[in-house]
């Protein structure tokens, strides 16, 4: 089953008023959902996500805890027209947690396990044209080494890429430990004594199929407009091009002018809309760590609205 990781550090970070009204943008199985809707009993939890399956299962878990929440079918990037459907322009806080949850790696039809063998896939979205199959078996080599180069940062991204084109000329690549045999047979000996030599493919296949950072930047951006003043925005991601995205932008949102950077008051027009609420991301504890592995790479930012 899967765990929320970072749960109460989330939680606490949204600071919950009892008749706020709130956004969970990566609903999943209800881990995080849950914990929201238990605290706002006067006001509304607003959640997002594309898979289907979650989505049956997590309204029959909300439902056991009350009836002010909305499950909205949709990516996340579409935050502001969709609220906007319900009559919502403002909110009080909104929550990401960018990791892909256990139930969907556990579940190997859904192709996103290197450890599992199943059919290519790895859609987020069951309805989306666009499998790990067709970016597998269709893409370029130039194309194919950008990907796993820039969102998989691998060292042997051409040496894969290469392998990957010339095995397809004989068969088509069908299955995800097809594949994996493929990728091993692309890298030196070092490599595949480290970690899973498979893990920075699948992660840049994945992010190629669902689109996950192009739609990040605009997420985050628009969910940064929504907020009420008080209003905070708890981030939790998985690696580092995610974390860099986010940074970035709490950066540039919370940025005051070198000119008066220094000053004991500085003049209130010059000051930012927004403040970091954590200067470090925080990460998970020893014992989260012992007892859910799958949350060492964790990382939480959280950010307020202040004018």
Known sequence: ??????????????????DGIYVDCT?????HSSEILK???????????????????????LTSIGNNFTIIYSNFVNIKKELAKHNVEKVDGILFDLGVSSVQLDESSRGFSYHKDAKLDMRMDKNNPLSAYEVVNN???????????????EKYARSVARA??????N??????????????????????????????????????????????DKAINDSLDLLNIGGRLVVITFHSLED????NIFKERTHIDDKVKGLPN??????????????KAITPSEEELENNSRSRSAKLRIIERIK
Do not use: W
Not at 164 to 169: A, C, E, F, L
């Open 164 to 169: 990957i084109v010339n095995y397809r000329q």
């Open 27 to 31: 609903l999943g199985y209800a881990g």
């Open 244 to 247: 860099r995205i986010v940074k």
């Open 171 to 216: 068969k088509p690549i069908e299955t995800t430990l097809e594949l994996v045999d493929i990728i091993k047979s692309a890298m030196p000996m070092k490599a595949k004594r480290e970690k899973h030599p498979a893990r920075r493919i699948f992660q840049a296949i994945r992010i190629e199929v669902n689109h996950e950072l192009e739609v990040l």
């Open 266 to 279: 500085i003049p209130e027009e010059y000051l930012s809309s927004y403040r970091l609420v954590n200067n």
């Open 39 to 61: 605290r706002v009993r006067r006001g509304c939890l607003f959640a997002f996500d594309q898979d289907s399956d979650a989505i049956e299962y997590s309204r029959e878990k």
């Open 1 to 18: 089953m899967h765990v929320s990781v970072l749960l109460q550090e989330a939680i606490q970070g949204l600071n919950l008023k009892d």
């Open 139 to 153: 893409y370029a080599e130039k194309e194919l080494t950008d990907i796993f180069f820039n969102y998989g940062e």
